[in-house]
């Protein structure tokens, strides 16, 4: 569904930020992609979604598909009516609307009947924000305002929903939630792009996963069979 092949970028001409990352994620499935601070990760979702020039980020090469559509070639708005919608780093949620409010900016390009299908549907998986619906974004805590920034997204009603580093910042209690809620989503047919830094959580709800390294990949297979081995334990599992 979405492949990315021998994609490089480049900032400002100078710093290569990805170089011929070759990364998969087939239909229904759960990848992760890790790799610490700088590699890359986030980068990889600013050209997924066509989002690089506003950072002054250039593809050099590759080519980025989802099914069968070349995402070069839609601006990020028209992609999220395709299906591919992002959960940015750091939530973004509107700390001044209420959680309904900022619900209802996820679905704004929904139509009526559907939007409110959609809410109910975010209700379902999110009680706790059913119950604080009419609250401020800002009043609600850390893990809170991460299932907002889920549920907002889910309000647009993805095929490939991307998340950039959910469990930071997170107690493990509230990251092992988010974990089960990515399960859950998944179960319900879209298929997940999960970024970490946080091996842990991002491999033991994940399919198959890769490890970017300054900006290659250095290492990818199945997320059960990644977990054993050496390298990760070494790199990533002792931060989790
Ligand atoms: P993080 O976990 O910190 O988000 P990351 O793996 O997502 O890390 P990127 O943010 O994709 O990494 O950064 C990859 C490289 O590109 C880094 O060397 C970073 O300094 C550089 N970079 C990222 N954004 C820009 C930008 N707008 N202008 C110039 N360089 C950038």
């Not at 009680?127 to 604080?132: D, I, M």
């Not at 970490?196 to 997320?223: F, I, K, P």
């Amino acid at each position: 569904m979405l492949q990315i092949t021998d994609l490089s970028v480049t900032y400002g001409g100078a710093l290569t930020a990805l170089h011929k990352v070759t990364l998969a994620v087939p239909d229904g499935g759960v990848v992760a992609l890790l790799g610490s601070n700088g590699a890359g990760k986030t980068t990889l979702l600013r050209a997924v979604s066509n989002n690089l020039k506003r950072h002054r980020g250039k593809i050099t090469s590759g080519k980025l598909a989802f099914n069968g559509i070349d995402l070069q070639s839609k601006d990020t708005a028209a992609l999220v009516s395709n299906g591919v919608v992002q959960v940015p780093e750091g939530r973004r949620i509107f700390g001044r609307l209420t959680v309904e409010e900022n619900l209802r900016v996820g679905g704004l390009r929904q139509a009526k009947g559907q939007a409110a299908k959609a809410r109910d549907h975010v209700y379902e998986l999110f009680p706790r924000l059913q119950e604080r619906r009419n609250q401020r974004g800002l009043l609600l805590s850390g893990g809170e305002q991460q299932m907002l920034a889920i549920g907002r997204a889910l309000m647009a009603s993805p095929k490939l929903l991307m998340l950039d580093e959910p469990s930071l910042g997170l107690a493990p209690l509230v990251v092992s939630q988010v974990g089960d809620v990515i399960k859950a989503i998944n179960e319900q047919g879209t298929s997940i792009l999960i970024i970490e830094q946080n091996a842990n959580m991002a491999l033991s709800v994940a399919d198959y996963a890769y490890v970017l390294e300054t900006g290659r990949v250095s290492l990818h297979g199945e997320a059960q069979e990644l977990a054993a081995t050496d390298e990760i334990k070494h790199l990533y599992l002792g931060h989790g």
